[in-house]
């Protein structure tokens, strides 16, 4: 080959996907681990079925998780800080409906010395008052800012229409939620929810016989406390008859626009398919909408469409911020690209750039450990393989024809399905979907 000549771009023949690794700790608690070659770092996700659905008041499972590092019976919150910052580690957590988790990344050499204080916080929290209170006054700053962003309002008033007014996926948190939450609603969550029996551990990086050992040391030769959460009936859904709604917003540029609908679980059979035809609505950057409603119309910025698992079952969103004179406009264009995929076949040329973008978004995600965690975490408690979740993929996206997609738009893309959500200004609010 001449300096002047282009290499030939050769597609794999499959989804290189991750060899994940499930053991269990001496006592039973399960880790599930990404090994990643010639690294030096050990990331572990520290695991709870202690998530939203579980809470009995307003914001006790995301204030257990979030003040587990504030304090011990131990050590102070700055000294938890000092030991944590000297060695290197950081700290990261999450609260879902689903779970909680407290992520921790360090390198490797330094997890003897790490691990330590992580058992120490997620085991023998304090829960101190004069925190607790700091905690509560931070969030109650932060639910200012966010009732006064339109992408904000929006999103909750669309949830509230999906899910109905009360459901923790929908309810907004008041002032007054926040200050009822006591240090004694938080150690009692946690003396249900946080014994090693209800704990799974995820881990990125490196795990060799040592670290393994470590983790033993601190966790898995200790009895087994609490008990394992049960997967409780879902909490009830009451969606709203009508289809539109406006919050509104005085003085504003800018409107909101979060359009959406719950479709069906990750084991649905059409799961896979409707994930692509979402990707051709509005997943990437040259789809349907962004083509017509920004680079044509150009009545917004951006654009998109997303596929999200939330609960035991997915959620189709498309979302975007538009001038309050486009509002109307750019919904009216977003109902008439749903219809085009239901009336029309998607050209073979469109379809391979889809299938094209998306082998390419999947090997680039493939290469960074950290980013296949989520996909990763969700596989490992969904209880789903991971040799045949990337092959159902590479199968979806060679073999799916434009007929099976125009099928999947005429059942799940049909606009009179869907809630619509504006924060800010909505002149045609009342226009028939």
Known sequence: MSQREIPAIKEPSFFPHPDYQHITLHNGIPVHVLPIA????????FNFRAGQRYQHKTKQARFTIGMLREGTTTRTREAIFEELDFLGVTLKDVCTYNYSELFISSASKRLKDALPIVEDILCHPSFPLEKLKIQQETNKVKLLHLKDEVG???????????YGDNHVLAYEATAEDIDAITCEDLK?????????????LFVIGKLDEEELAL??????????NGKKAEINSEMPINPWERKC??????NCLQSAVYIGRLSIDINHPDFYKLNLLIRVLGGYFGSRLMSNIREEKGYTYGINSLHVTAMSRSVIYIISETAVQYTQPLIDEVKKEMKRLQDELIPAEELEMVRSYFIGVHLQTMSKGM?????????????????AYYEKWWEVLHETTA????EM??????????????????KEMEKEI
């Open 38 to 45: 010639g690294v030096s770092y050990t990331n572990i996700g």
């Open 152 to 162: 904000h309002m929006a999103i909750t008033q669309l949830k509230q229409m999906m």
């Open 188 to 200: 009692a969550f946690h003396k249900e929810y946080y014994g090693l029996a209800n704990m799974e």
């Open 215 to 224: 983790l033993n040391k601190h966790f898995g030769d200790k009895e087994l």
């Open 245 to 250: 709604a406006l919050v509104p917003k005085e």
């Open 371 to 387: 980013d296949l965690y989520d996909d990763f975490r969700t596989n490992c408690i969904l209880g789903i393989d991971s040799k």
């Open 403 to 406: 007929e099976e997609l125009q």
């Open 409 to 426: 738009a005429k059942k799940y893309l049909n606009p009179e399905d869907f809630y619509y959500a504006v924060a800010g200004e909505w």
